[in-house]
């Protein structure tokens, strides 16, 4: 695999000139500090610096919500003391629980169940649920107008309004297993990924429709494409496609909508989180090239340059795991995601890249959230904060 991988690198960089696909640097187990952001570049994360929490967010707990896809519950965790405060019931299959555009609400993606749960940030209670359909995951368009769940099983994208949760309009889409979602800078347009068919899909926001698809990767890795997450350089220039069986990040030129390079990281590359200095990424790779793993698998945190486009630190699970989804502490000290196929959630130290904690929870965790976040507002999943 690697033979083949370093061969289809080499024909890439022929392919797209300047950029094209990349060898990590060495990269051993290291430290990778979230330091002071450089002032010289475009940084689209630099609202959510370390810290620097709204009102609004500032009002809130400081706690971890868990969603246990299998047993259909939240586990909330004191994220002070790493405690399980409390476990509560869900509707079937909560796949995501995700900040609101205006901060107000964290919303319970409950894929199977049909709903949406909300919780009160402040209080860290739950509330009655809202009929949704098929919401595997869900964001905000830039300008806090609109939600979009994202209907996976339906082949949808529904567009409702951000604030009542009414439906506005259905938008299929051509290719399957669509779950993740990106913004470009400016606003106009959004990225999802399509995990079971290999492709993103591009939309254009102002009209509500779709205006593209591309094949991630039409046999030039000799994988066939299984992307995840998705999420924007700082200077939303490139657009990092988290890929589970390319075992790495796709870099894909959102304007253009076209590929431009690939960065191996490692088996199962699954979640994209920047750094809270927006100088680094996080990324999960969750030890299985399936979506269905097994316990204690090769499970590991790649750190991402994304200025040099360069591995600067691996992080291991001592024993195994399965990083999955999460995002960082408020402080930019610590990254929290959860073990999916091992029934426990990770922290790790970000200046030394540790596993100082694992805490148990329930079966099959996802996409987890770290309350608050700093930020002006959400852009959904688990903390897409601008």
Same mark, same amino acid.
């Given at each position: 695999?690697?033979?083949?991988?370093?061969?289809?690198?080499?024909?890439?960089?022929?392919?797209?000139?300047?950029?094209?696909?990349?060898?990590?640097?060495?990269?051993?187990?290291?430290?990778?500090?979230?330091?002071?952001?450089?002032?010289?570049?475009?940084?689209?994360?630099?609202?959510?610096?370390?810290?620097? &929490?709204?009102?609004?967010?500032? @009002?809130?707990?400081?706690?971890?919500?868990?969603?246990?896809?299998?047993?259909?519950?939240?586990?909330?965790?004191? *994220?002070?003391?790493?405690?399980?405060?409390?476990?509560?019931?869900?509707? *079937?299959?909560? @796949?995501?629980?995700?900040?609101?555009?205006?901060?107000? =609400?964290?919303?319970?993606?409950?894929?199977?169940?049909?709903?949406?749960?909300?919780?009160?940030?402040? =209080?860290? @209670?739950?509330? *009655?649920?809202?009929?949704?359909?098929?919401?595997?995951?869900?964001?905000?368009?830039?300008?806090?107008?609109?939600?979009?769940?994202?209907?996976?099983?339906?082949?949808?994208?529904?567009?409702?309004?951000?604030?009542?949760?009414?439906?506005?309009?259905?938008?299929?889409?051509?290719?399957?297993?669509?779950?993740?979602?990106?913004?470009?800078?400016?606003?106009?347009?959004?990225?999802?990924?399509?995990?079971?068919?290999?492709?993103?899909?591009?939309?254009?926001?102002?009209?509500?429709?779709?205006?593209?698809?591309?094949?991630?990767?039409?046999?030039?890795?000799?994988?066939?494409?299984?992307?995840?997450?998705?999420?924007?350089?700082?200077?939303?220039?490139?657009?990092?496609?988290?890929?589970?069986?390319?075992?790495?990040?796709?870099?894909?030129?959102?304007?253009?909508?076209?590929?431009?390079?690939?960065?191996?990281?490692?088996?199962?590359?699954?979640?994209?989180?920047?750094?809270?200095?927006?100088?680094? &990424?996080?990324? =999960?790779?969750?030890?299985?090239?399936?979506?269905?793993?097994?316990?204690?698998?090769?499970?590991?945190?790649?750190?991402?340059?994304?200025?040099?486009?360069?591995?600067?630190?691996?992080?291991?699970?001592?024993?195994?795991?399965?990083?999955?989804?999460?995002?960082?502490?408020?402080?930019?000290?610590?990254?929290?995601?959860?073990?999916?196929?091992?029934?426990?959630?990770?922290?790790?130290?970000?200046?030394?890249?540790?596993? =100082?904690?694992?805490?148990?929870?329930?079966?099959?965790?996802?996409?987890?959230?770290?309350?608050? @976040?700093?930020?002006?507002?959400?852009?959904?999943?688990?903390?897409?904060?601008?």
């Amino acid at each position: 695999m690697a033979t083949r991988l370093a061969a289809a690198a080499g024909a890439l960089v022929l392919a797209v000139a300047c950029r094209g696909d990349h060898r990590s640097a060495a990269a051993g187990h290291v430290a990778a500090p979230d330091t002071a952001a450089r002032s010289d570049t475009v940084n689209l994360y630099a609202a959510a610096g370390a810290n620097r &929490l709204s009102p609004r967010a500032a @009002q809130a707990r400081p706690l971890v919500y868990v969603p246990n896809s299998k047993d259909g519950t939240v586990t909330v965790i004191d *994220a002070r003391t790493y405690r399980v405060l409390r476990t509560f019931p869900t509707g *079937a299959l909560p @796949q995501h629980v995700v900040p609101s555009y205006d901060l107000t =609400t964290l919303w319970v993606a409950n894929n199977l169940g049909g709903t949406l749960t909300p919780i009160d940030p402040t =209080t860290g @209670q739950e509330g *009655a649920s809202v009929p949704v359909d098929d919401p595997y995951n869900l964001y905000f368009t830039p300008d806090g107008r609109f939600a979009i769940v994202v209907a996976e099983r339906r082949r949808r994208l529904d567009v409702r309004d951000a604030h009542t949760m009414a439906p506005v309009q259905s938008l299929p889409v051509q290719c399957k297993g669509v779950d993740h979602m990106e913004f470009t800078a400016d606003g106009r347009f959004a990225v999802a990924t399509c995990e079971f068919s290999g492709q993103l899909v591009k939309v254009d926001l102002e009209a509500r429709a779709v205006v593209g698809y591309l094949t991630l990767d039409p046999g030039g890795l000799d994988s066939t494409a299984m992307p995840q997450d998705i999420r924007s350089s700082p200077d939303g220039r490139v657009f990092y496609v988290a890929d589970m069986k390319a075992n790495g990040v796709f870099l894909v030129d959102p304007e253009a909508f076209r590929r431009v390079g690939f960065i191996p990281t490692g088996r199962g590359t699954h979640g994209i989180y920047p750094s809270r200095d927006g100088r680094l &990424l996080y990324i =999960t790779n969750r030890g299985w090239n399936t979506t269905a793993g097994g316990r204690r698998g090769p499970g590991s945190v790649t750190v991402l340059d994304p200025r040099t486009e360069q591995i600067v630190a691996t992080w291991v699970v001592p024993g195994g795991g399965s990083p999955d989804m999460g995002n960082v502490t408020a402080d930019g000290k610590e990254l929290w995601v959860s073990g999916r196929y091992d029934e426990e959630v990770y922290v790790f130290d970000t200046g030394t890249g540790q596993l =100082t904690h694992r805490i148990k929870v329930g079966r099959e965790p996802h996409g987890l959230c770290v309350w608050p @976040q700093p930020g002006r507002y959400s852009l959904g999943h688990t903390g897409n904060m601008r």
